[in-house]
């Protein structure tokens, strides 16, 4: 008897302990839960509780909230004590530092941070003797509220501002600096920057509020951009260009500039690439928050004119919108777009999440799905420095280039009497093939005489000579367009497309990966959405009739210069992205074949995804343009995405065939504003294709009379 009631009172004493157990309040309680990406029914399942239990829980309204009670309200206390670890809860910024106030003693740090605090960050009045701490852009106000108009474009003053920051980045994404010490904020507001060095300019990013929220529950916040322009600049010491050309990986100040030697005094960290167009500043991270500032020095090309047009024209404000829709609608850039492009996929499919370890504790473990470990290529796959590739023999390298192909022979004589040729753009064709594209996940396997298996990523050594297309077309399975000579390396979709075609396909050996998965699926969409908002900005919508389609396209880049150089941002970014995804070895004066370099020591160095994305997208082309044969047009040239044909007029509407009732071929490319659809790149006289050909130049590099023309603009 005297045990049974010991066991009472201590189960009594438990249960006074469970239930004095400080818990953190409401707003707390859903900022852990949202922070790691639970709903309310992941908790509820947990605790074996109702939904509508845990939303009184997380309820800050007197009349609807509950605290939980014992048993489940241990356990709900040990989870929100493990997520709080994990996510720490953000420190409020200190308000920016007038210019006025360098003149006097300083205010206390903690002082200054409980005064404004609660401030919201909305524009303020002007107060006696000071300047303005948060203002108001005009061009912001003109932008705010777009009217409606009959007309399917909009003019450039009716594009969309970048939203506002909230949350723990109320500055939003990223401010460009003018020389005055005024940072342009997206949304058209500005802050003060008193700065006078890089090192204050650190302290200030990361103080102001900059910075956007993570893309996916288990990644990383965005990082404070801030872009300097040539003037601001200057003012911290940086010289006007770059002229170092010591350094063959990349232009950067030397390592015993001034400015460098202050950031690294202070304790701060440059990346492997040195203080250059887009140095990285950082420390590393403290109870489990980043310290790391970008910066883009556009003096130093940071915003290159064939990726950001006009963006070197652009005032600060107009600069600090444009980069804001971008950040908005893809992510806050860290780099060329190449980088942003590669960085991209990382923040949509991070490597790693916390785990529940042996001990109890937490753990690093992988998502399933992203491309989590460093995976050497096959060697047919390694470009020819990498030390998988070493003695590999000619010809046994995988070729999955983009299409570089002009008919042999020219013109038919019934194409002769046409008076034009057409150039058609696949919209967006590499995210396009990106879309629902099964990539390995894992390492390479090898082995011989394998059946082969459509859905089995990898490369295949198989005999496609034998295939006989119309000499009219270009192979598929070749960029030349030349019909293979034997047997070669082909990635899975190439040899699929042979299989479709209805050919027997007998792999001689093969390189695998067993495991899959849609891996840039996320990356494409993300990317659709932002390309398909910003053509809609320059009044190319998605529901335009084909002719409305047209005549939107024919002038769509000069509604507005900012939505312009969003799109071909966007643009860049995919086709940079795919690159990166092979990044060859830089600084070729000091490597060596044979040797590692950086690129390879991160799971998204990733030949093979590259290669299997190419090859989606010269598939696609040739099985449209394999219909479109079917109604006898037949392409004369092909450059990457851009086919040309013979065509009866200047319009595109006039060449692409037509159903009886007079609806786009099942099948053949049509227009439109999709990724995977076709816009017209540009019509010529049939006479000067016949001489460009002549003069074995490809007629689609130049048929928008753009030498600088490389395919995927």
């Known amino acids: 008897m005297a045990g049974r009631d010991e066991s009472r009172l201590v189960n009594a004493v438990d249960a006074l302990v469970a239930r004095s157990r400080v818990l953190p309040s409401p707003a707390e309680r859903r900022r852990l839960r949202v922070a790691h990406g639970l709903t309310q029914q992941e908790v509820a399942d947990a605790l074996e509780v109702r939904r509508a239990t845990v939303g009184a829980w997380e309820s800050e309204d007197p009349a609807r909230g509950t605290e939980p009670r014992p048993p489940e309200r241990d356990a709900y206390a040990r989870l929100l004590q493990q997520l709080a670890e994990l996510y720490p809860p953000p420190t409020e910024p200190r308000p920016p530092v007038h210019a006025e106030d360098t003149q006097t003693a300083p205010e206390s740090p903690s002082t200054s941070a409980r005064q404004t605090a609660s401030a919201p960050l909305t524009p303020m009045s002007s107060r006696p003797g000071g300047a303005r701490p948060l203002e108001s852009s005009s061009a912001s106000a003109a932008t705010s509220v777009p009217r409606a108009r009959p007309a399917a474009r909009k003019a450039a003053s009716e594009v969309a501002a970048a939203p506002a920051g909230e949350g723990r980045y109320p500055a939003g994404p990223l401010a460009v600096l003018d020389g005055e010490g005024t940072a342009h904020l997206t949304d058209g507001r500005t802050l003060p920057c008193p700065a006078g060095s890089v090192v204050e300019l650190v302290d200030w990013a990361l103080e102001a509020g900059l910075g956007a929220g993570r893309l996916h529950r288990y990644g990383q916040d965005a990082d404070p951009l801030v872009v300097l322009t040539e003037a601001a600049a200057e003012r911290f010491g940086l010289p006007p260009w770059l002229d170092n050309r010591s350094f063959d990986d990349g232009m950067r100040l030397a390592e015993d500039h001034l400015v460098v030697r202050e950031v690294l005094g202070a304790g701060w960290k440059l990346t492997r690439r040195g203080f250059g167009p887009w140095p990285r500043i950082y420390r590393p991270a403290e109870a489990g928050r980043r310290q790391c500032v970008q910066l883009a020095v556009l003096g130093w090309d940071a915003l290159e004119d064939r990726a950001w047009p006009g963006a070197d024209q652009m005032a600060p404000a107009e600069l600090a919108r444009m980069l804001g829709i971008y950040a908005a609608r893809v992510i806050t850039p860290r780099g060329s777009t190449a980088v942003t492009g590669l960085e991209l996929m990382t923040a949509l499919r991070p490597p790693t999440r916390p785990v529940r370890a042996a001990g109890g504790g937490w753990a690093s473990g992988p998502v399933p799905g992203s491309l989590t470990d460093l995976v050497d290529p096959a ?303 540009g019509a010529r006289e049939l006479w000067w294709a016949a001489e460009i050909i002549e003069q074995q130049y490809n007629p689609a590099r130049h048929i928008k009379d753009d030498p600088t023309r490389d395919g995927e603009e």
């Open 379 to 681: 060697p047919p796959e390694a470009p020819s420095e990498h030390p998988a590739a070493a003695g590999r023999e000619a010809g046994q390298e995988l070729d999955e280039e983009a299409y570089d192909w002009v008919r042999p022979g020219g013109f038919t004589d019934a194409e002769c009497e046409l008076p034009y040729v057409i150039g058609l753009d696949v919209n967006m064709a590499f995210a396009a093939a990106a879309n629902r594209l099964t990539v390995g996940l894992s390492a390479p396997v090898h082995t011989d005489g394998p059946r082969f298996d459509k859905k089995v990523p990898g490369c295949w050594y198989v005999d496609l000579s034998h295939i006989e297309l119309d000499p009219r077309l270009p192979s598929p399975f070749t960029p030349t367009g030349e019909r293979p000579a034997g047997p070669a390396w082909y990635a899975t979709p190439t040899v699929a497309y042979a299989a479709e075609l209805g050919h027997h396909v007998a792999p001689l050996e093969a390189w695998l990966r067993p495991e899959s998965g849609a891996y840039l699926d996320p990356w494409y969409e993300r990317l659709r959405d932002a390309y398909r908002a910003t053509m809609a900005d320059l009044g190319v919508a998605k529901d335009l009739s084909e002719a409305e389609y047209v005549d939107a396209m024919a002038g769509h880049k000069e509604a507005g210069p900012a939505a312009a150089a969003v799109l071909a941002a966007v643009k860049a970014t995919v086709k940079g992205g795919i690159g990166k995804l092979r990044e060859r070895a830089q600084g070729k004066a000091r490597f060596r074949p044979g040797q590692r370099w950086a690129a390879l020591e991160r799971p998204t160095w990733r030949p093979d995804i590259r290669a299997a994305v190419i090859a989606t997208a010269r598939v696609n082309m040739h099985r449209k343009m394999m219909k479109m044969a079917s109604h006898g047009r037949y392409p004369v040239a092909v450059l990457s995405d851009c086919i040309v044909y013979p065509a009866p007029s200047p319009s595109p509407l006039d060449l692409l065939p037509r159903t009886p009732d007079g609806k786009p071929a099942p099948g053949t490319f049509r227009l439109g504003v999709s990724p995977g659809m076709v816009k017209l790149e």
